[in-house]
C-alpha cells in the first residue's frame, strides 16, 4: 500500500481565530450597520473604480466599475488581508423599470475571515452587455456564467466555452430572465411542439462531440465542412 | 471539529478481490506486436482497439445518472478521456414564475426543485424572505425549523446512500434507508398532511404547529433510527467491494475544491471544514453542540463517510432540539405578513380586511434585497431576492448547490473507468429538479 499522503485540514476561519464566534443575525437595520470591512480596503486600494457601497440588511454590497471589476476581483482572491477563496454565487437582477441598468452580482465568501460580499456591476441596456469573466480566478464561474449568459444574455467576455446550458444550444427565442421575454415564452405550445418534432436527433451531439466518434467517416459531407470549419453545434 | 482519521480494513474478503479490496482483473497476454488481448481469445478475431476512441451517450434515461443527466464521454479502451455534461432537461424556469407571485406563493417552488430536501428549502426561503421583510421569528419556530432542517438532511441523505448503493451494487441497504425515511414521511405527514412536497414554512411562521404527541413520535424515530445506521455502517462501510469501489476515485484537493465552489459534503470530504451553520449560522445553530465531520483524502469513499457521520450529528441536534422546544406561538403576530386564524376572518373585522389584503394583495418587503444561505444536504443553499417595494420579488434566484458541484464532474471523472462514471456521479449527490430549475 502506497503511504498516505500527510493530511492537514482547511478550517474555515482559521485568519481570524481572535474574532468572536460567528452567530446568527439578529434585528437588522433596514439600511446602515457597520458595512464589510473589506469595502474601505477596495475603497483605498481602487479608488474611483469603487462607485457606491450599500448595507442592506447588514450585507454589504459594493457596486464597481465595470473596467475594474477583473482587477477587483483578482485582488480580493489574491490579497492575504482578504482571501475571498469561494465565489458562492453569480446571477444578474433586471429592474421592473425599463430605465434602470441591469446588474450582475457576484456573491463572495472569504472562508479564512469568514466574510461574505456582494460585488455589483451596473449596465445600461443601452450598451453592450459585456463583464469580465472571472473564470481565470474561480473554476465555479464556469456553469455560473454560462447560466447567465443563457438567461440574460450578458457576455462573458474570457470564459473559455461560453454556451448556452439550460436552453438547449439551437435555442433562439431569447434570453428567458429578461423583463421584455413573456413567462409563456414566445410561441404557441403547438409552435413549440412541431418545432421540436421537426428537430434532427443527430444534432443534439455537438460538432465537437461528433468528431470523437469513429463514425465521423460516416458523417455527411456538409456536416463535416462545417466541422473542420470549427462550428459547435450540428444543427 | 475534525474527525480522527480512519484506516479501512477491508473486513470481508471477497473472492476475486486483492488485498486492496480493489476487484482483480482477468489476466491479460500481449502477442508479438505488442497488442493486449484476453488469453481465450483466439487471435485475429478480436479487433485491434488501441487508440480508437469511442463516443458513449450515457442518459440522459439511464438510472444511475439520477434523474436526466447526459453525459458525453469519450472512450479510449474503457478509460474516460472526456467527459462533456450536458443539463437542462427539466429546466421549468422557478425563478422567471417567481417573479410573477407573492412571496408565500413561491414556496410550493421552493419543494420542487430540491425535492429530496423539500422541508429545508421551505425553510431557506422563509429566512430570506423573512430577512428581506425585517422580520423576527418566534423562539418555538426556530426550533420547530432546526428540527425540520434536520429531518430533511437525514431525508436526503438515506436517498443519496440508498441510491448510491444500488448504483454500486448493494441493494439491501436501500431498502434499510427508504425503511426510515419513510418513517421520517410519516412524521411530516402527520404534521402537514404532505410527503414529499411539503411547503412546511410561510414567511413569518409554520405552515402549523406540531399536533400533540408529535414530539413523543419524534422521540420515537431519534431512538430508532440509530440501529439502522449502525446496520448499514457494518454492511457497507468495510465492505471490500463498497472499499473497492469507491476508494481513490475522484479526487479534489482542497484547494481545488474551494476554487470549483463545491460546498456541503464534497467539500469537507475534501478537507475543508466549512459548514453554514457553523460559519455564517442561521436559526441560532451556533448554540447547538454538533460537530463537523470532514474526510482526508477528497474521494467518494470519504463522501461516504462524511453523509453518514453528518446524519448521525443530525440526530444529535434533533435530540438538543427537542429537549429545548419552548412553548409559545409559531406564528409573530404582524398579522399584515401572516394570516390571522380563519376562524377569526368571519367574526371580527381586522381579521378579515387582514386576510382579503393578505390574498388579493399580498405582503409587502420594503425595497432592498438579501442574500441567505443554508446548510442544505447537498452543500450551500442560497436564494437572493430582491424587492422594489411591489409584493412580488424582482427577481428570486436560487443558488443552486449541486449544479455547483456538478459542474467539477469532468474535472472529476477524467482519467477513471466508464464504471467509475457511475461511482462518482452518485457521490456528487445531485438532484435534477434543482440543477436545471
Avoid at chain 2, 43 to 62: A, K, R, Y
Wanted: charged share 25%.
Amino acid at each position: 500500500m502506497t503511504a498516505p499522503v500527510p493530511f492537514t485540514p482547511v478550517m474555515a476561519g482559521e485568519a481570524s481565530k481572535d474574532a468572536p464566534a460567528p452567530v446568527t443575525p439578529r434585528d437588522l437595520p433596514h439600511r446602515g450597520g457597520p458595512p464589510n470591512p473589506s469595502a474601505d480596503a477596495l475603497r483605498q486600494r481602487f479608488g474611483k473604480a469603487v462607485q457606491r457601497v450599500d448595507v442592506v440588511w447588514g450585507e454589504t454590497s459594493v457596486v464597481v466599475d465595470n473596467s475594474q471589476l477583473a482587477a477587483v476581483v483578482r485582488w480580493l482572491h489574491d490579497d492575504p488581508s482578504q482571501r475571498y477563496d469561494l465565489l458562492a454565487d453569480l446571477t444578474a437582477v433586471e429592474f421592473r423599470d425599463a430605465e434602470q441598468p441591469i446588474e450582475v452580482v457576484w456573491h463572495l465568501r472569504s472562508l479564512p475571515y469568514r466574510r461574505f460580499l456582494r460585488l455589483k456591476v451596473l449596465l445600461e441596456k443601452t450598451q453592450e452587455l459585456k463583464v469580465p469573466s472571472v473564470w481565470s480566478v474561480y473554476k465555479a464561474a464556469d456553469w455560473l456564467e454560462r447560466e447567465c449568459f443563457d438567461m440574460f444574455g450578458i457576455k462573458f467576455e474570457g470564459h473559455p466555452d461560453l454556451r448556452r446550458i439550460l436552453m438547449w444550444e439551437q435555442y433562439r427565442e431569447g434570453f428567458p430572465l429578461r423583463k421584455d421575454f413573456p413567462l409563456r415564452g414566445r410561441f404557441s405550445r403547438s409552435e413549440q411542439l412541431k418545432q421540436a418534432l421537426a428537430a434532427n436527433p443527430e444534432a443534439r451531439y455537438s460538432m465537437e462531440e461528433l468528431s470523437i466518434a469513429q463514425a465521423y467517416e460516416d458523417l455527411p459531407d456538409e456536416m463535416r465542412r462545417r466541422l473542420s470549419a470549427g462550428e459547435k453545434t450540428g444543427e | 471539529m475534525a474527525t480522527q482519521k480512519r484506516t479501512v480494513e477491508v473486513e470481508l474478503s471477497t473472492s476475486g478481490l486483492d488485498s486492496r479490496g480493489r476487484p482483480k482483473r482477468t489476466p491479460l497476454v500481449t502477442d508479438d506486436s505488442g497488442n493486449v488481448m484476453t488469453l481465450e481469445a483466439p487471435p485475429g478475431l478480436e479487433p485491434d482497439l488501441i487508440g480508437e476512441h469511442m463516443l458513449i451517450n450515457l442518459g440522459p434515461q439511464h438510472p444511475a445518472t439520477h434523474g436526466v443527466l447526459r453525459l458525453v464521454l469519450e472512450l479510449e479502451g474503457e478509460t474516460v478521456v472526456r467527459c462533456i455534461p450536458h443539463i437542462g432537461y427539466l429546466h421549468c424556469g422557478f425563478e422567471k414564475m417567481g417573479e410573477y407571485r407573492q412571496y408565500n406563493q413561491i414556496i410550493p417552488w421552493t419543494d420542487r426543485e430540491d425535492y429530496l430536501n423539500s422541508p429545508g428549502n421551505n425553510v431557506a426561503f422563509s429566512l430570506g424572505a423573512e430577512r428581506l421583510f425585517g422580520i423576527e421569528i418566534t423562539e418555538r419556530c426556530k426550533v420547530l425549523r432546526v428540527i425540520t432542517c434536520e429531518l430533511s438532511r437525514i431525508m436526503s441523505h438515506l436517498v443519496w446512500a440508498g441510491t448510491t448503493c444500488i448504483d454500486i451494487g448493494a441493494f439491501t441497504p436501500f431498502l434499510w434507508m427508504f425503511y426510515q425515511r419513510e418513517a421520517i414521511y410519516k412524521l411530516l405527514e402527520d404534521w402537514v398532511g404532505a410527503r414529499l412536497t411539503v411547503s412546511i414554512t410561510r414567511v413569518g411562521g409554520m405552515a402549523a404547529d406540531v399536533p400533540d404527541g408529535w414530539v413523543d413520535q419524534l422521540k420515537h424515530f431519534v431512538r430508532t433510527f440509530p440501529k439502522t445506521m449502525s446496520e448499514v455502517d457494518r454492511v457497507v462501510t468495510r465492505n471490500g467491494i463498497w472499499v473497492g469501489r469507491t476508494v481513490g476515485l475522484g479526487v479534489m484537493s482542497p484547494d481545488e475544491a474551494v476554487n470549483y465552489g463545491l460546498t456541503g459534503a464534497m467539500l469537507r470530504a475534501s478537507g475543508v471544514a466549512y459548514d453554514v451553520r457553523k460559519d455564517f449560522p442561521y436559526l441560532d445553530y451556533e448554540t447547538y453542540d454538533f460537530d463537523v465531520p470532514i474526510g482526508t483524502s477528497g474521494d467518494v469513499y470519504d463522501r461516504y463517510l462524511v453523509r453518514m457521520e453528518e446524519m448521525r450529528q443530525s440526530i444529535r441536534i434533533i435530540e438538543q432540539a427537542i429537549e429545548r422546544l419552548p412553548d409559545g406561538p409559531v406564528n409573530i403576530d404582524d398579522h399584515r405578513v401572516v394570516l390571522p386564524p380563519k376562524s377569526k376572518a368571519t367574526s371580527d373585522m381586522e381579521s378579515m380586511i387582514h386576510h382579503f389584503k393578505q390574498v388579493m394583495e399580498g405582503p409587502r418587503p420594503p425595497i432592498g434585497e438579501s442574500y441567505v444561505a443554508v446548510e442544505s444536504p447537498k452543500g450551500e443553499k442560497g436564494y437572493y431576492m430582491v424587492s422594489d417595494g411591489t409584493s412580488k420579488p424582482v427577481r428570486w434566484r436560487i443558488r443552486p448547490p449541486s449544479f455547483v458541484n456538478l459542474s467539477a464532474i469532468p474535472k472529476m471523472v477524467e482519467g477513471h473507468l466508464l464504471s467509475d462514471v457511475i461511482a462518482i456521479n452518485a457521490s456528487i449527490d445531485i438532484v435534477m429538479g434543482e440543477i436545471d430549475r
